[in-house]
């Protein structure tokens, strides 16, 4: 809508009003006129059947529904496609368990080079904007076997579309941190350059892939700590489990994000992914008297914190067999 100001690279005609749309939490039978101004809302209308629709500058919505454009929470912008793609057709789902995926996994991200990462992060990012899509968290994967392959294709896509989609970058460590053969050395010094890059707005990791509890939670202080110090948000996969008696991590993530005192960074926000054993926790030894949203709430900037994933990971019948593929990079949608 800025062909006048000329901004953006794929301008259409500038509105002025778009008429004769449903609005959300209004009746169905209801219908809407809506003036634009300065490219914002100026007002929002009943209907006038008898205004001319025809004009170049008014939009005739014809019925149809507006809603605010969708964002994507949780994408990896770099695994997506992968089932689809004939350059991986060989690899395909046999036990579908969590081990197999890990494994597939680093048999694809072996393959990644510049122009496939484009390719498909492309084709994400079209189909996302098709659907209404207009802001995304994106991971890419950084570690010894990509490298900084990832990040690069995804700050170069987060520039192409910033125009129509904001591609907010995440740096992701999908490997150990403090296990594996060099103790996840490699790992942390490839985070830490990739923590210094400016289009860089979030820094993730997960926790659980370490050996331990232990190494896990040494995880969550050292990718807290990078991520204060370079004033990044923080996104962790975290708990993806459902074994009854393994404590949760949630409430050593609390603990530590207080101790290093979060609050204090401002604005900065920490979202938490998967989070398998929420639905376990009210019937096991580790229900706690208010549930860790709440508490997550108490800590501090924390009211938006947590990236909900599909309710039927952990709720739904069959939570198990969701739950080992939920975050794979096999699934058409991307989580
Ligand atoms: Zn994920």
């Known amino acids: 809508m800025d062909a006048e100001t000329g901004r953006g690279r794929h301008s259409v005609r500038t509105l002025k009003k ?3 749309v449903r ?3 209004e009746a169905a039978s209801k219908l809407w006129d809506i003036a634009i101004a300065d490219e914002k ?8 059947s008898a205004f001319d629709a025809s004009a170049p500058d008014v939009l005739d ?22 089932l689809q793609d004939p350059k991986y057709s060989d690899l395909q789902i046999q036990s579908g368990d969590f081990n197999e995926a890990m494994e597939m996994t680093g048999e694809a991200k072996s393959r990644f080079d510049e122009e496939d990462l484009l390719r498909r992060g492309r084709l994400l990012i079209e189909e996302s904007i098709q659907f209404g899509v207009t802001a995304m968290r994106a991971f890419v994967e950084v570690d010894g076997v990509v490298q900084l392959k990832c990040l690069h294709a995804g700050l170069r896509l987060k520039d192409d579309y910033r125009d129509r989609c904001e591609v907010q970058i995440c740096a992701f460590a999908q490997l150990p941190l ?8 490699e790992v942390r010094t490839l985070m830490t350059v990739a923590a210094a890059e400016e289009g860089v707005e979030v820094l ?18 050292w990718i807290t700590r990078l991520a204060l110090a370079r004033k990044k948000h923080l996104d962790l996969h975290l708990d993806y489990f459902l074994e009854q008696d393994k404590q949760p991590l949630v409430w050593d993530v609390l603990d530590i994000v207080k101790e ?9 926000k920490i979202a938490l992914g998967h989070c398998t054993r929420r639905v376990a926790s009210v019937a096991t030894k580790y229900w706690r008297p208010t549930c860790f ?20 990971n952990t709720t739904g019948p069959g939570a198990n067999q969701t739950a080992r593929s939920e975050c794979g990079p096999f699934n058409k949608q991307y989580w």
């Open 293 to 312: 949203l709440c508490r997550l709430a108490h800590v501090g900037p924390f009211h938006d914190a947590y990236s909900r994933r599909p309710t039927w």
């Open 18 to 20: 778009i008429v004769g």
């Open 61 to 82: 919505g014809a019925n149809r529904l507006i809603a605010p454009s969708l964002c994507h929470a949780h994408i990896h912008l770099d695994k997506c496609f992968l």
């Open 41 to 48: 809302i100026a007002s929002i209308q009943p209907h006038d």
């Open 178 to 185: 403090f296990s594996g053969q060099d103790g996840g050395a």
């Open 260 to 268: 290093l005192e979060w609050p204090k960074s401002g604005q900065l």
């Open 204 to 221: 993730g990791s997960t926790p659980y892939v370490d050996d331990d509890d232990s190494k896990s939670k040494e995880n969550v202080r």
């Open 23 to 25: 609005i959300p939490n």
